[in-house]
């Protein structure tokens, strides 16, 4: 006989994300709706450690939908990086007398919920978080889709800039491991160039790219640039070699930094954070656990938490055939 769920813990871990705030909603009401105790676990691992509980009920999440960040915050926990400390995570959930955990977050949250299963059976279902897009098993995470709303906008502002002045924009985006963002957003842009970490552009094709642009009329470019780009050292070190080799361009560097995690969910992550915020809800109840909620096609399904850690998220090698057509 299957233990019934009276109680459903959560935690938002890693870098915020626009949305987490509507996966919390979602994962509330839809444990009241249920007849289940919603318990927010406060800055992610860490707070699993300190037993940093706070029973909620559907009015904690009301007027949140629209916010970002995480109103229940988030850290990294070194601790719980060792047994001893997911070992007191455990012992918290059992004397609060919890039947399932909810992780959201990116991969290295993921990692942790798969340890921690294998180690003490308890029950997890991981929900996809993270700007960057880089979660295997879900073709969006929760706060992409905001994110290039952001980066989108402020490209263009800058582009603004660039055309009054005849300069060329060095655009610095998020990205450390994956391209998601950059392409993305630089094929939305209009970028002339968009360097990311999976394909190496090299110095020397980059300057004959900028020439021919200048040599077909452009006053100004934008080029979007991965964090994570090996093209040079960093993104002022490519300035420094457009200085050096096309003296006529007057170059500027801009790093968008952390205002792509800022702002207000996009519709996308609202709506596609309260169907992972019910999903994994539900999944606790059907006895599903140690998997994560993703998309694909627009449909809900479960990926193997292992399959989300240790699997690849793929470039859209079509965007990249886009990019090439339209920076002519």
Do not use: W
């Given at each position: 006989?299957?233990?019934?769920?009276?109680?459903?813990?959560?935690?938002?871990?890693?870098?915020?994300?626009?949305?987490?705030?509507?996966?919390?909603?979602?994962?509330?009401?839809?444990?009241?709706?249920?007849?289940?105790?919603?318990?927010?676990?406060?800055?992610?691992?860490?707070?699993?450690?300190?037993?940093?509980?706070?029973?909620?009920?559907?009015?904690?999440?009301?007027?949140?939908?629209?916010?970002?960040?995480?109103?229940?915050?988030?850290?990294?926990?070194?601790?719980?990086?060792?047994?001893?400390?997911?070992?007191?995570?455990?012992?918290?959930?059992?004397?609060?007398?919890?039947?399932?955990?909810?992780?959201?977050?990116?991969?290295?949250?993921?990692?942790?919920?798969?340890?921690?299963?294998k180690e003490f059976k308890f029950p997890v279902i991981?929900?996809?978080?993270?700007?960057?897009?880089?979660?295997?098993?879900?073709?969006?995470?929760?706060?992409?889709?905001?994110?290039?709303?952001?980066?989108?906008?402020a490209i263009d502002k800058i582009r603004d800039t660039?055309?009054?002045?005849?300069?060329?924009?060095?655009?610095?985006?998020?990205?450390?491991?994956?391209?998601?963002?950059?392409?993305?957003?630089?094929?939305?842009?209009?970028?002339?160039?968009?360097?990311?970490?999976?394909?190496?552009?090299?110095?020397?094709?980059?300057?004959?790219?900028?020439?021919?642009?200048?040599?077909?009329?452009?006053?100004?470019?934008?080029?979007?640039?991965?964090?994570?780009?090996?093209?040079?050292?960093?993104?002022?070190?490519?300035?420094?070699?457009?200085?050096?080799?096309?003296?006529?361009?007057?170059?500027?560097?801009?790093?968008?930094?952390?205002?792509?995690?800022?702002?207000?969910?996009?519709?996308?992550?609202?709506?596609?954070?309260?169907?992972?915020?019910?999903?994994?809800?539900?999944?606790?109840?059907?006895?599903k656990s140690n998997v994560m909620v993703g998309i694909?096609?627009?449909?809900?399904?479960?990926?193997?938490?292992?399959?989300?850690?240790?699997?690849?998220?793929?470039?859209?090698?079509?965007?990249?055939?886009?990019?090439?057509?339209?920076?002519?």
């Amino acid at each position: 006989m299957k233990k019934q769920i009276k109680k459903i813990a959560f935690l938002t871990s890693g870098g915020d994300a626009p949305g987490m705030n509507a996966v919390i909603r979602a994962i509330v009401r839809s444990c009241v709706y249920n007849g289940i105790i919603p318990i927010a676990v406060h800055k992610g691992y860490e707070g699993l450690i300190n037993g940093s509980f706070e029973e909620m009920n559907a009015r904690s999440v009301k007027g949140i939908i629209n916010k970002g960040g995480t109103i229940i915050k988030t850290a990294r926990s070194s601790e719980f990086r060792t047994k001893s400390g997911r070992k007191k995570a455990y012992n918290n959930l059992i004397d609060h007398s919890i039947d399932g955990l909810i992780v959201v977050g990116g991969d290295g949250t993921f990692n942790g919920a798969y340890i921690f299963n294998k180690e003490f059976k308890f029950p997890v279902i991981g929900i996809p978080a993270t700007i960057d897009n880089d979660i295997f098993g879900t073709s969006h995470t929760i706060g992409f889709d905001s994110a290039l709303n952001t980066v989108v906008e402020a490209i263009d502002k800058i582009r603004d800039t660039a055309s009054s002045h005849n300069r060329l924009f060095f655009i610095e985006v998020m990205g450390r491991d994956a391209g998601h963002i950059a392409l993305n957003t630089g094929v939305a842009a209009g970028a002339e160039e968009i360097l990311i970490p999976e394909e190496n552009l090299g110095l020397k094709r980059l300057i004959k790219s900028l020439k021919r642009s200048k040599n077909t009329g452009k006053s100004s470019s934008i080029v979007v640039v991965a964090e994570g780009d090996k093209t040079g050292k960093n993104v002022f070190e490519l300035k420094d070699y457009v200085d050096k080799h096309l003296p006529e361009y007057e170059v500027r560097v801009s790093v968008l930094g952390h205002i792509q995690r800022g702002g207000a969910p996009s519709c996308f992550d609202r709506v596609l954070a309260s169907r992972m915020g019910v999903s994994s809800v539900d999944s606790l109840l059907k006895t599903k656990s140690n998997v994560m909620v993703g998309i694909k096609n627009n449909k809900i399904f479960l990926t193997p938490l292992i399959d989300a850690v240790k699997g690849k998220s793929k470039i859209n090698s079509e965007l990249l055939k886009i990019s090439d057509i339209m920076s002519i």
